[in-house]
């Protein structure tokens, strides 16, 4: 069965950093792009941040770049986002995804409706 946890939420004060964690099991994803996501109270479920297979390549959304860092760790299956500078306005539910359309590509996808697998998600609270 091919599981994605999240991991490493929380409540902390805005200016504060959180790591968040995205171990994954069942089948690796070490060729796939995988991204992280976040939903708010009453809003869609948005872009954060991608990365490629090797986490060469990467993206973020404009709302979190300069403060939040992607990265993975193929040997060990994990993707990580490194929360730095939080606002509140970063309050949500936080998603990874894994988007096996893009097999050891340069490319990593933002949209959300391409990824196949997603965690359960992780509360973050920024409170100011």
């Known amino acids: 069965q091919v599981q994605l946890v999240e991991s490493g939420g929380g409540l902390v004060q805005a200016g504060g950093s959180l790591r968040l964690s995205c171990a994954a099991s069942?089948?690796?994803?070490?060729?796939?792009?995988m991204g992280w996501f976040r939903q708010a109270p009453g809003k869609e479920r948005e872009f954060v941040a991608t990365n490629n297979w090797s986490g060469g390549i990467r993206y973020y959304a404009d709302s979190v770049k300069g403060r939040f860092t992607i990265s993975r760790d193929n040997a060990k299956n994990t993707l990580y986002l490194q929360m730095n500078s939080l606002k509140p306005e970063d309050t949500a539910v936080y998603y990874c995804?894994?988007?096996?359309?893009?097999?050891?590509?340069?490319?990593?996808?933002?949209?959300?409706?391409?990824?196949?697998?997603w965690g359960q998600g992780t509360q973050v609270t920024v409170s100011s």
């Open positions: 995804a894994a988007d096996e359309t893009y097999y050891r590509s340069s490319y990593a996808s933002s949209n959300p409706n391409d990824y196949d697998y």
């Open positions: 069942g089948r690796t994803f070490s060729n796939d792009a």
